[in-house]
């Protein structure tokens, strides 16, 4: 609609209908959104091949299903986050192709396989009820074409644990670490492996933890260099970004 | 030393003296940093070609000249950050080969020049007071062998300016957003690329900013994808987390 | 009673019963609220045409209804704002000719039409999930009079969807932009207009969002000129303000 | 020049030598400042009449200096808040011309009188301590063209003091309150009248007044209607909300 | 028992059996609790005839039931605060004698009038969720023998309604104010009135007003003289703290 | 002059010049000021005898000079808090009458004595870097006609040095207890008298104490009956409020 | 696997089928893991006789049954912390010879009694709302060797409560005071012993106590030597810390 | 004296000129103080040998110099921390024997040398900034009969330079480690050592550290067992607590 606009507006110039001039004053005057298509175009194209993603949370089952049926409509690979049981068995009666993954919270419908890159991400948590942001960013990750390597539990009280896993992680080119308490893994991590980490608090603990609030300030002031930190308990994020530094790493 | 009695152990065993299974008995007593010499040789050449790096806030104009003496006779590349001018002409003074860059309240020795890796990282910052923070994380960069564009002054509340900045944006493999105040450009930066963007929180602003917070949180929450956030004012964090992502798309 | 005892008094005054001296000496001992009634009736006036207002959030249906019951017999116009649907069903069981707005998740009873302004008021959200207290805004606009246009889903993320709407932000008198998570949209709405932007930070995130501080915050220190900030949720609060600069636009 | 590049392509398209679909095509290709330049212009137009801001806290004398310098040969209309005595002296040395608000701690320089707008907007203060607050505020409605009565010294502790000044309050169109400490007066101003309150929290106070956070919050949360919250020490926001206030009811 | 081993002492000690020295000396190693019994006598003195309290929360009806019939037994009058219904319910079933204060979630027993004290203490609150608060501090102050005048739903943004009852307010002795959400309403009683103001922040509003903490700043930074301010929501602590002060004024 | 007003008002109804009607018309449009002089001079009859008091920080000597000596021409008695050396220095060269309390960094000046309330109030204070807040609020007391018993370094960590002050704490009318730090000195106070306990957390401490806000907390919470919270540092307020205490019991 | 591999290259040196320096070689690439072994033995070593722990919250009982059978079968002492009653159910119907301490919410199955110390710790409490956080400390130093004397109900309030538990208090080892609302019980105790006090902030309170905050901060201002503060309600932490301090003495 | 009055009773008693039951009596009406001398004297005792500790902080050198004296005459061990230069030279010129401890900020003066204890305390510091810290716990250790051994710079961020200390760390009784900015290393350390650690938060680091508040947050949280926390930068409390938790393993 817009370009067909625009495209009017030059054919009569071409058709001497209108003069240049007035092809000036008439662009001042045409909505921004005429010329906007150059950019949603564009950006689209430099998207292609990502997953449409849906936050789960505080959403009916009937919302997720119509929205992932449009997502359908218009191609697109989906992730939805955050999803509880009743939403992932609404989705699922409708649309049973769609993979469930419990501990992960997350549903994915790939109907185009992403684009592969080469290497993989490590995805470490510090203990067993981090698994669930871990999981996440996992995959978030896989749909967006990344392999992952899930190293969990390798919190630093016991730090042989994460020691024994020091070749998986130094062949790694991203690591994401989740941790919450005293979320102190991203910096141990980091001062061991020469490639960005990304820290992800999580809001496991009590007391003091504050929901994650101490962990995600313990990372932000990390003494390591290379860690980027996300929201707390935002494994997609983590994910996200882990794809996006995999494909920059291949542009 | 650690390498001698490990060293001499193995000796004792290839000559008879020592048998496999008292060998191994005697591993197990030896302390940790007999064996931790591995570690130590292969951390050195990861990190190779990246410099040393003093963090001069709070020392002596004397103890950086003296620490910087010493990189140096290491053969180490030497980064000071947050350096005062007392600092700068201390140092200059011993060290006439250092370059200070006044804006970045930095110091740079470049002994042997860094591995150079393709393309470019886009430094961006909202108003001019973030521009010390801005600078810091660019000469972090290009000590590092990563290229930049220093693209300042275009806060959201003129966003006109950041759209005339759009090719530089486009074009480049990382790009890190400086912020104060609401910390909002990082958001909008993000939704309009497709690849990492690194937030630098700044201390810009008063009454409700809290010295960086406000824009430290905006950025953690931002509802883009692909956003990397680090410390307030950390602009040496967001240069060489920028450097190991273009790395990482080297490696 | 108040009047009548002051009319008594100056009746006394004029009939010689009491001396202007006497009468000064029983004014000073009058209770305050004899001399009250001035400001009262004031009052009244300068508010009339709006509405009462009834906040439901913690009140059962049965209280609601006896309020809106009440305030219908004293002729009033009537705005319940967070309202239950259990407190709707009752409240519309006893009042069929109330107004549910479900999204707003407020009741309206109109029994004078409000006084109608010239222009109207752009409300913006940038999510979905930020439409209820959008709504709120919107049905308190209205039934003080002023004519909305609802502008929904145009975050900062995917600014080309807020630039879309451009004719209808430049044409407004006033814009209320409601937003969670980082909050930036009024920054960036402010620096395209020049009027009052009125930003309502909304609860809608996690982690670091702090059930809306992290907006507020950032609302606070836009760096854009024009903002005004209420609290959190708060669609009533800017709703009535956007309303009350209208009127101050019209006396 | 953009202008130049786009009226080149439309004359190309006009003289044939390009036909509409290969201009639609480089129009697609067109870095985006080439389109941007009708908002520029438009923007401009809006905004005619209004000052340009400088931020004086945290510049050098000198710098201000060359701002003012360059602001002048554009032919704006200048204000610099948050000027130290310094800074007030080397401006009026270089531009005599230019008059110093000690009180407001402010600098104008006025080429073209601003648009005047009719009514007035009522400023108040709770203690003598919030004056330079109160007056950036009211320099800054000045300035754009709104004419400014001052209530200094009223805070709620005496609150006839307040009541004393209440046909000065009704008469205005806008009323602007600074308070620090427990920030309870825009509350009470905003109970007796019916048009916008603008309250401006002041870093007043000690202790649990957290530089102003106390006062901050107390106004977010007023129980009074119409109540727009700037951030702490904002005189400069609340007298340009104030401004954009009387101007939309003179649009 | 203590008692009887310090008697026993003297005891020895005047019938020669042990010498002053000895005693002395015994009188060093003996335990603590056997001279405490002078205070514990004197402390049990000075506060009769003030209840024993319970505060509800948290505990089943089973253990009230049980503290009540123990206090019974020791013929302490009693007041129960944070009742739940189903306390109430219990207890009322085992006590029928108690009283329920069904709004101020309090049960009461009066087993002996406490002694009463001439004058009495107003109670306000700023709205009707405050009631709660306010009605705890009313039930407390009469059950310590306090007379009260309960003023409620006078909040500052209609400042008359507070005004009509200033000589409630100025014949009291003391003055309890329950406010929520901004917190104002005390600085403005204490401004009008020349004896003690207890400020009781209540935790009703949303958002920024963080359950009441809001509230609590303002009143701890009130600019009016003699505001005494106790725990978010302790109507029980204000009324005990009001009570205090009228025996002071007895003793 | 509003008495005036009034005054012929009145004077023309007795005249008859003006009927009563036509007055109560009049008395309507009058500015609220005109009937206010009964509260004010009320008013002023309370607090009678009562000093004015000056906040001293961040004020210029020359500011104080200025105000005291106006207040000295009005009859009042002062009290300057928070003076500094450079302040008492000049105030006491223009008034060589005036007193300096250097340990309380307060000025007061006493031109007609104070009434005096029989009984004293107990200063306390924890530590002897409370005792500029301790002394404050002994001068305050002073200087409003109540008589002090100071009891310094008495903190909870050598508890038995408070209890070697028991007569004295147990004859007090009221207590005023300054600590910083853990703030737990009142709470152990007030569960040793039966008389109401001020609460004045000082910002003495490091770390975690923030600057005060530890010990108010603390206070806020006390698991005693009767005890009264001020602000941070507050010791003017603490004094004036038990100097009101003292007058509630003498009314 | 890893001692294998270490094992068959030692067998190689002393078949000479290897060079010492080949070994030294082929050592510094071998995983971390192959040497590891010895660490973890030893560390078992150190921990032997000391329960494993189970942190009970969040858990399923099915997963708290199963952890606790794979914990048997490798004959560990099990505690299970935070134990809901839904989940000692299950577990005590799986292993009826595991103990349900129900007012500590924990689990105990004691295979080897724990090795004795000499001693113990007294384990108080300041209110009874405190004990589950004091009996989960009492259990943990139980199961960890350590014998407890309990001191309930002792709070600063009415300190001849604890002052007539001196005798307990002064042979004690160590201490653990468990407190909420204002915290202050530590500090009192601290004051008088001379060993190590362990202070255990609860979430008991309302309002200002913010969930254990104030009561946290407290404690760690103490006054008082001698204060090992740990993060709020978690009484196993106390315990542990506890029984390594009294283990340390016996070492 | 008190031990006079009451000796005084006791002879009367056993004179006969006073009965038991009078000198009961008179013994509950005694005040406290008197039979306090018990606990003083005992307290005294157990104290015995320990220095007393003067916070430097905010004292003149004159008041630091008049307290050495006045404590050097009691025979008194003196600690003073948080020395100034200027402190330091006043008192060694008043106090030639007493030992300044420059990088502890600490003077030392040993009258009677303290009782020696077995075994060492391990100080542990992350970063070089937070030296100052560690070696007040150090010099605190010492004049309280504890030997020391400093492990300095072992941060988290290069793990291996603390494995390369392992040995150090096993054979201490006690370790303390003071680490600022994320605060991670006392959980990696409390992981690989089974006795008590002590964490000392210090203020070092800038940002989202707020002064130490994200280290101690980090601390509390910790997952490993057995750390004991102290309040931000208070090296001090971690010496005192490890000497008494050394001198608990040697009662």
């Given at each position: 609609m817009?370009v067909?606009?625009l495209?009017?507006?030059?054919d ?6 209108c ?9 001042r ?7 906007e ?8 194209a430099?998207?292609?091949g ?7 949370s505080g ?5 997720v ?7 359908r ?5 989906v ?7 009743e939403?992932?068995?609404?989705v699922l009666r ?16 790939v109907?185009?396989p992403?684009?592969?890159?080469p290497g993989y991400?490590?995805?470490?948590c510090?203990?067993t ?10 995959v978030?990750c896989?749909?967006?074409g990344?392999?992952?390597?899930r190293v ?9 644990r994460?020691?024994?896993q020091?070749?998986?992680l130094e062949?790694?080119?991203v ?7 005293e979320?102190a893994l ?6 061991l ?13 009590y007391g ?5 609030v101490t962990?995600l300030l313990a990372m932000?002031?990390?003494?390591a260099t290379?860690?980027a ?9 983590a994910?996200a970004?882990a794809a996006?530094i995999?494909?920059a790493?291949n542009?």
């Open positions: 817009n067909d606009r495209k009017k507006l030059l009569d110039v071409a058709a001497g209908k003069s240049p001039e007035e092809a000036m004053s008439r662009l005057g045409m909505p921004f959104e005429d010329v298509f150059v950019k949603i175009d564009h950006h689209r430099l998207r292609k990502f997953p449409e993603v849906v936050f789960g959403k009916t089952p009937e919302q299903v119509q929205i992932v049926t449009r997502m409509e218009e191609g697109s690979n992730l939805v986050t955050r999803s509880t049981p939403i992932a068995e609404e409708a649309h049973p192709d769609v993979t469930y993954h419990k501990a992960a919270r997350a549903l994915t419908l109907l185009s992403p684009q592969k890159f991400v490590a995805v470490l510090a203990g009820s981090d698994m669930p942001v871990a999981d996440e960013a996992a978030t896989e749909i967006m990344v392999e992952v390597e969990y539990d390798v919190g630093v009280a016991g730090i042989h994460l020691f024994a020091r070749q998986v062949s790694a080119k690591t994401i670490v989740c941790a919450g308490m979320g991203p910096s141990v991590v980091a001062g492996v020469d490639y960005p980490v990304i820290a992800v608090p999580t809001s496991v603990g003091a933890s504050f929901g994650g962990a932000l002031n990390s003494c290379g860690v930190v996300v929201n707390i308990d935002n494994g997609f994020g994910g970004l996006l995999m494909r790493a542009r």
